[in-house]
């Protein structure tokens, strides 16, 4: 059976559950789409993306929307022609080959990008797929979160950035258990972080890679004004613990009996009842050694 034929196939079984709104199988007939070598010639035949994209709008299910996503973004790809057959279409009269283009885009309608999102340089190299609903939820989840309200001029593409650092992320576990999700989850809020712009325009523009930030501590994603808190908090119980342990009046007026120097430290400490003169504690600078001086 040829790949038109089996396309054609499921898609009479996906036209018959968006008819009866009936989506119990609709996953394994998305998987057996993605499994299948579909070239564009079999996408203008067949107008499957068509069929997927009704199933994407009338399903709730998430990973049902997700999956159905999926499939029509990387047919979307084999719409765009390479650089070289774009400057002779151009050189060209551009009457056939738009027709044709056009109608193979409302095969597999996607909801609009903007335009000069295509224009933005991708420098990570892309993702490997997935057909993982989890996964690709979690790319979803990223993508939303890198995208922010906007993406600043000379950024990657946040769609490949996102799917490049869950691919990282996945790669560390491999397995979408709960560590994999509190690593994504992690990732997520420190990106969508108002007070930690900082991590999101580094991730966008290259100044930290995909694996670097799979990895990172939740310190080092804080953003400054936590990371000068915690070295503001640091500080000071460094400078707590160094006074608690030379608390005291320093003096040269008392001699070690054990080492013989002058460089002591003595506290003076009320032991005895109120009409009783405060007992002295001495400690050695030099040596440690600790003596009571009435």
């Known amino acids: 059976m040829s790949t038109e034929e089996d ?10 559950m968006i008819s009866t709104e009936n989506f119990d199988d609709a996953m394994d007939s998305l998987k057996k789409l993605q499994s299948l ?13 068509m069929t997927v994209n009704s199933l994407r709008k009338s399903s ?11 499939l029509i973004k990387g047919w979307k790809k084999l719409l765009t022609p390479p650089a070289d057959a774009k400057k002779a279409s151009s050189g060209g009269g551009g009457g056939g ?20 999102k295509e224009a933005v340089a991708r420098f990570p190299p892309a993702a490997p797929p997935t057909g993982d609903a989890v996964r690709l939820k979690c790319r979803e989840m990223l993508y ?6 906007s993406v600043p001029d000379g950024s990657g593409d946040p769609e490949a950035l996102a799917e490049r650092l869950e691919a990282a992320i996945f790669a560390e576990f491999k397995a979408t ?35 670097r930030l799979a990895t990172m501590a939740p310190e ?16 000071e119980s460094i400078n707590d613990a160094q006074l608690a342990s ?25 032991t005895r009842s109120a009409d009783e003169p405060m007992t002295t504690f001495v400690m050695c600078n030099e040596c440690g050694h600790r003596w009571k001086f009435c």
């Open 220 to 235: 080092e994603m804080a953003s400054d004004e936590m990371k000068a808190l915690r070295d503001k908090l640091t500080k």
């Open 246 to 270: 030379v608390q005291g009046t320093s003096t040269d007026l008392l001699k070690c009996g054990k080492c013989g120097k002058r460089n002591c430290t003595y506290n003076q400490i009320q």
């Open 97 to 116: 080959g738009g027709g044709g283009e056009t109608s193979a885009s409302r095969d597999v309608e996607m909801p609009a990008a903007a335009p000069e």
């Open 177 to 211: 258990n709960a560590k994999y999700k509190n690593r994504v989850r992690s990732r997520m809020a420190n990106l969508k972080d108002q007070k930690n712009v900082n991590l999101r325009l580094n991730y966008l523009t290259g100044g930290i890679t995909p694996e």
């Open 144 to 149: 939303n979160a890198l995208r922010g309200d």
């Open 60 to 70: 709730k299910d998430e990973q049902i929307i997700t999956l159905a996503k999926s």
């Open 37 to 49: 070598p579909i070239t564009l010639q079999v996408l203008n035949k067949t107008r499957v993306g």
């Open 7 to 16: 396309v054609l196939k499921v898609m009479k079984k996906l036209d018959k």
